[in-house]
T-cell receptor, first 109, second 113 residues
């Protein structure tokens, strides 16, 4: 069982928006602004999509956005595209350690 | 831009040792905690070890405690992970992270006889 809770899967049609939630506690997500989101395709290295809750690294499309409220972080993909179909995993600093979500499969219908 | 480049992986027999390194650039290295994260084949990301910016505080997962030592050289912007008594279950791609940011391609550690 992962420390952070994510839905197993979400889906949407091209052009739609989807939001992935990531729920932790006050000892991780709620206590620090070090939440990252990763996109991962099978056999590939995780790709950083969001850091520090809301920051997009260079090269990440602006249709990806991050937010946080209390102990829950969220990743929103606006204007879903076929290439966004992948696994997405959240990560939070937890005061000395890192905790991860179990991953969410995003399917583009 | 933040860059993290892992190295030092390889194939080793059970009971062997390896020293992983991570060269960091693009940020003020000594002001950030650093972490090692691994991903075993077909599995999710797993935190392995962390170290404070000063290097004074170190942290380990139960799965590697007593077998790994994390260190950093702030004069060279480099992070290390010394691993001993390696087991088959340590087989994974190892990534370094600036706090929670994995930026590199990782280094593969394979423990097999």
């Amino acid at each position: 069982q992962s420390a952070l809770t994510q839905p197993r899967s979400v889906s949407g049609s091209p052009g739609q928006s989807v939001t992935i939630s990531c729920t932790g506690t006050s000892s991780d997500i709620g206590g620090y602004n070090y939440v990252s989101w990763y996109q991962q395709h099978p056999g590939r290295a995780p790709k950083l999509m969001i850091s520090d809750v809301t920051k997009r690294p260079s090269g990440v499309p602006d249709r990806f956005s991050g937010s946080k409220s209390g102990n829950t972080a969220s990743l929103t993909i606006s204007g879903l595209q076929a290439e966004d179909e992948a696994d997405y995993c959240c990560c939070s600093y937890a005061g000395g350690s890192l905790v991860f979500g179990g991953g969410t499969k995003v399917t583009v219908l | 831009e933040v860059q993290l480049l892992e190295s030092g992986g390889g194939m080793v027999q059970p009971g062997g040792s390896l020293r992983l390194s991570c060269a960091a650039s693009g940020f003020i290295f000594n002001t950030y905690a650093m972490n090692w994260v691994r991903q075993a084949p077909g599995k999710g990301l797993e935190w392995v070890s962390g170290i404070s910016g000063s290097g004074y505080n170190t942290y380990y997962s139960d799965s590697v405690k007593g077998r790994c030592t994390i260190s950093r050289d702030n004069s060279k912007n480099t992070l290390h992970l010394q691993m001993i008594s390696l087991r088959a279950e340590d087989t994974a791609v190892y990534y370094c992270a600036k706090v929670s940011e994995i930026r590199g391609q990782g280094t593969l550690v394979t423990v097999s006889s």
